[in-house]
């Protein structure tokens, strides 16, 4: 093989090719490849073939009662295999060479978030790189998207009213918002509650639901309940909000599965409505033009094969 052939043939090789020759040796057998393979024998056979012609040598000495691999095909099968022995090695060696990642990954989150699943990548990210060193900062949504989007952020989790074109954004989870009253309520220790009991109610809410933002939807709520128009209170962080709600200020919404912890304690209680509650999209956003770190890269890969490996429903909080 002259050096202008030698150089061509890496490039003119289907790889694929040589998987099916291993096989093919493996098997002892044409038929019995195919049958490994869940392919034809046509198919199989026209493989070799192919193989054959592109090495420019006879691998196999097949008849019907004979199968022979030449001394060709057995320095061929042989190469193949530390080939394949090599590739098989790369999750391993990646995943080693990953274990030595080290740097900072700043995280801005919105107020609320509350999401087994967020924190379970990040548990299993910090476990895997234990190098990695974090600063958590906690925002307004639209601040959020501001950090993102100037590269003073590694990713932003938080509600939006709308995609940024130039970020991108995923549905990190879902959750459902209802109202809630604190222990000092006059509705707290009724036994029964219809939802003409808060007509009139007074009621705290998020800033966002009031200024046309992402929880917009939620002031539905104070509209089906008909509580009293106005608002004795209104902030843009959760806590603050259930700060309000305990000291009787006025009924709020919240994130149902974050309120839930309050409700077994008997420091809040879920108030009508029960049913068709408003639903709202938490989202990781990351900036696709940002020149991502080691550390940064690895742990939003690791958040959107979370994303792709589990269904929506399972990441909606109700």
């Known amino acids: 093989m002259n050096n202008s052939i030698g150089q061509r043939f890496p490039w003119n090789l289907d790889w694929n090719l040589l998987r099916t020759f291993m096989v093919i040796v493996e098997q002892q057998g044409v038929t019995k490849a195919a049958d490994f393979l869940g392919l034809k024998q046509p198919t199989i056979s026209s493989a070799l073939r192919r193989l054959e012609e592109t090495v420019g040598h006879r691998l196999i000495e ?17 190469e ?16 080693a060479e990953e274990e030595e990642l080290s740097g900072h990954v700043n995280i801005a989150l919105t107020s609320h978030v509350m999401s087994p699943h967020f924190d379970r990548v990040l548990e299993a990210f910090h476990a895997r790189h234990s190098k990695v060193t974090y600063s958590i900062v906690v925002a307004e949504s639209s601040d959020i998207v501001t950090l993102v989007r100037q590269n003073r952020a590694s990713l932003g989790v938080c509600l939006l009213n709308k995609i940024p074109t130039e970020l991108e954004a995923r549905i990190l989870f879902r959750e459902y918002f209802g109202l809630y009253c604190g222990p000092r309520h006059r509705l707290f220790s009724r036994s029964k509650i219809d939802i003409g ?3 009139g109610e007074y009621s705290v809410a998020f800033q966002t639901e009031i200024e046309g933002g992402p929880l917009d939807v939620v002031s539905g ?3 089906r309940a008909r509580l009293a128009p106005g608002l004795k209170g209104v902030s843009a962080n959760l806590p603050e909000v259930r700060r309000m709600i305990l000291a009787n200020i006025g009924i709020g919404a919240l994130p149902v599965h ?4 309050d409700v077994r304690l008997g420091m809040l209680r879920q108030l009508p409505p029960y049913t068709k509650l408003p639903a709202v999209n938490i989202y990781l956003l990351s900036n696709p033009r940002r020149s991502l770190s ?9 958040y959107g094969e979370m994303i792709d490996e ?9």
């Open 62 to 78: 097949r008849g019907p009662h004979r199968f022979a691999v030449t001394a060709v095909g057995r320095t061929l099968y042989s």
């Open 80 to 95: 193949s295999s530390t080939i394949f022995g090599a590739v098989s090695q790369l999750p391993e060696l990646l995943e």
């Open 197 to 199: 009991d808060l007509a």
């Open 221 to 223: 709520l104070r509209h």
């Open 258 to 261: 974050v309120a839930e912890r």
């Open 294 to 302: 080691p550390p940064e890269a690895a742990l939003l890969r690791m």
């Open 310 to 318: 589990t269904d929506l429903k399972a990441r909606t909080y109700q």
